[in-house]
């Protein structure tokens, strides 16, 4: 990282920048033996709080239990870019033609609603997360960038995205909100806040275990069982759970699971944030509203204006480890640190002296064919959510409470939305899943050297990146 300026205190991993400003939480204790209740969650971020969030208020007399190998937020949830976003993981298309395109423009419409409804619960539950709502920019810096944003833009009218939803906007607003040098176009949706990932991670944990949830930390689930005698059940080392169903919310972490390992692949993304910049640099820079800011990149970047003032910006890096392996340790490698400091200055060259604090890492769920899912098996008493494929903080919440009106068998208009029940195949067995995955991210990265260079559309190596993806 020889050129980079770093703070003397610069870290590389130790979870995320997120619990360095709060503090690691104090560890819950461990599953004491063999229980049973009626739900069981396996895996103690966003998805598996929400889930019994939205459970215990809706029946305060279910028994819920969740289980944690590490401490509750310890993987993506503590580690994401902070968009509370509306955007949903996968092909539309893919969507509309399970259930027709109206169900897919229906999961648009509730994943508005469900950034609404995160920001009402961390109020009601007196979370102090940093949220900010002043929405999201997407930014366009090559030809060929800018043709895909305005192309994008005018799909999503045919997708539930009214004007006041998602717009191209002129230069005068471009310049007045955030000053992103090189943009040739930008876009902006009002349906995103900023927050603070380990704020909200911890806030929810507390909020759960207020209502009378059992959440057992440093407990490694190993297997889960279908029903057998009754019960479904989830392995420990220090006791079974048994309960009506056990629920898999493990996302980026899944193939830890016997007979998982191929169901989706933890895909690393890497992030680094700055100290916090003088009131000077601002001025340059703009960013008054706090939006959260992408780009067009097929190897995109996302980032923040953190509350404190700092910029937090994130991309894959190396985006998969041999054999689905993932890093507890949350360093990332220096390279990915210069190529994010290289990213951070091309975007905001005002910023090019300020120091780097803080790099870490983490892993994000996969399927197949990159969309999410929730399914929940009454027969067998399993269920799962995930697959969010980076666009987890806000679906979490939409996936809790369809996994809540799931398991209680209600009917409703969360249950008929297309991404329920959604099975997909595995990925392949290893070498083939490494080599893909290898050359996936060898043809994004290709295809933006050159867009960049000299590229007016989009590059032939991204579609044959798409085309090998399945995306």
């Not at 029946?59 to 310890?74: H, M, N, S, T, V």
């Not at 220096?334 to 060259?349: D, G, I, N, S, Y």
Request: aromatic share 8%; hydrophobic share 40%; charged share 25%.
């Amino acid at each position: 990282m020889t050129g980079i300026p770093l703070t003397d205190d610069f870290a590389n991993g130790g979870v995320s920048f997120w619990y360095r400003q709060i503090g690691l939480p104090a560890r819950r204790p461990s599953l004491p033996g063999s229980r049973e209740y009626d739900v069981a969650i396996v895996g103690g971020g966003y998805t598996g709080l929400w889930t019994a969030y939205y459970l215990k208020k809706a029946q305060p007399d279910l028994r819920i239990a969740i289980l944690e190998k590490e401490f509750a937020g310890f993987g993506a949830s503590g580690r994401n870019g902070g968009w509370l976003s509306a955007e949903f993981a996968g092909s539309r298309e893919r969507h509309a033609k399970a259930r027709g395109r109206q169900a897919m423009i229906d999961l648009q419409q509730a994943m508005f609603r469900a950034v609404d409804e995160v920001i009402d619960v961390t109020r009601a539950e007196g979370i102090d997360a940093d949220v900010h709502k002043g929405g999201l920019v997407h930014v366009a810096t090559n030809p060929a960038q800018r043709r895909r944003l305005r192309e994008e833009v005018a799909d999503l009218r045919s997708w539930g995205y009214g004007e006041a939803d998602m717009r191209l906007m002129d230069r005068d607003e471009q310049r007045e909100r955030l000053q992103v040098a090189g943009t040739l176009e930008a876009a902006y949706s009002p349906h995103c806040a900023r927050v603070q990932p380990a704020k909200l991670a911890v806030g929810l944990a507390s909020a759960v275990a207020a209502l009378g949830v059992d959440i057992f930390e440093g407990t490694t689930v190993t297997e889960i069982r279908p029903r057998e005698g009754g019960k479904a059940s989830a392995h420990t080392p220090l006791g079974v759970v048994s309960a009506e169903y056990v629920i898999r919310a493990t996302e980026g972490f899944t193939a830890s699971l016997a007979g998982q390992h191929r169901q989706w692949l933890p895909m690393n993304s890497s992030m680094i944030v700055t100290e916090p910049l003088p009131a000077e640099v601002w001025k340059h820079i703009g960013w008054a509203g706090h939006e959260l800011l992408g780009d067009q990149a097929h190897a995109y970047v996302y980032a923040q204006r953190t509350a404190d003032d700092r910029i937090a910006i994130g991309g894959r890096g190396v985006p998969y480890r041999f054999g689905s392996r993932t890093d507890r340790r949350g360093a990332t490698q220096e390279r990915t640190v210069a190529l994010l400091w290289r990213m951070l200055v091309k975007l905001f060259p005002a910023a090019a002296d300020a120091r780097v604090q803080h790099s870490w890492c983490g892993v994000l769920g996969v399927p197949r064919d990159w969309c999410s899912t929730v399914h929940l098996d009454h027969a067998t008493g399993l269920g799962w959510a995930g697959g969010y494929v980076g666009s987890g903080v806000t679906t979490t919440n939409l996936a809790g409470r369809t996994l809540r009106d799931l398991v209680l068998r209600q009917d409703t208009e969360l249950t008929a939305l297309p991404w329920v029940g959604r099975q997909v195949r595995q990925w392949e067995p290893e070498p083939l899943r490494w080599a893909g995955v290898q050359l996936i991210y060898t043809l994004f990265r290709a295809a933006d050297r050159h867009e960049n260079d000299r590229g007016t559309t989009t590059s032939l190596y991204a579609r044959l990146g798409d085309l090998v993806s399945g995306r």
